[in-house]
């Protein structure tokens, strides 16, 4: 039996000791110098919510938050600081990205038409929102998530998740749902990056 939990041990030891956060907790993973040097995530392709083709090509050249939203969650009044720090940031070359995703509690069921409506009644939505998105790992797993794991070595254990990337297109930091879009170890590696 200690053969068993020994690995296991040095898993939660090595979290430990690098920041990581096992649960739902607000740990901050940032993107190791190896990872920063992958693909860029502007080199991706997805859709926007309507279904329309959308390369991220778009935002290269700005700083982007992207974040896996959902419009029945405990952390769907997010939405309103996410659409504060958009607007703060916006004329500097900073946006947020949307990506709904069903895959935490079925909490995002409603259809494209549905999440719209429901993001700009309800919380004035203007940033870019994309087709719904499966982040975690599978046949299914969106591209995009699938390069922002592998850029922070750690993918969303429910909604509201926030990766921060660079202008070049490079992941620079994770920050868990419990990191509201305006705390200000946020907001401060937002500046650093537009600085950057």
């Not at 110098?33 to 392709?45: F, I, N």
């Not at 926030?162 to 070049?168: F, M, N, P």
Request: hydrophobic content about 40%; charged content about 15%; aromatic content about 10%.
């Amino acid at each position: 039996m200690t053969r068993t939990l020994a690995p296991l041990l040095l898993v939660v030891l090595s979290a430990a000791s690098l920041g990581c956060d096992l649960g739902k907790g607000s740990a901050v993973q940032q993107a190791s110098p190896s990872a920063r040097a992958s693909k860029s995530v502007y080199e991706l392709q997805t859709q926007t919510l309507e279904g329309a083709p959308a390369p991220l090509s778009k935002f290269s050249g700005q700083v982007t938050l992207i974040v896996n939203v959902a419009s029945e969650c405990g952390y769907t009044p997010q939405y309103s600081g996410l659409q504060r720090v958009h607007e703060k940031f916006k004329a500097r070359g900073f946006s947020v990205l949307g990506f709904p995703s069903n895959d935490f509690g079925r909490q995002e069921p409603g259809s494209e038409q549905e999440i719209r409506a429901f993001c700009s009644s309800k919380y004035r939505v203007d940033f870019p929102m994309f087709a719904k998105v499966q982040t975690q790992t599978g046949p299914g797993q969106a591209p995009v998530y699938a390069a922002l794991g592998q850029a922070t070595g750690v993918l969303p254990s429910w909604n509201f998740g926030k990766y921060l990337v660079a202008r070049g297109g490079r992941v620079l930091a994770f920050f868990p749902s419990k990191v509201e879009p305006e705390d200000p170890k946020l907001i401060a590696a937002i500046e650093a990056a537009l600085a950057g």
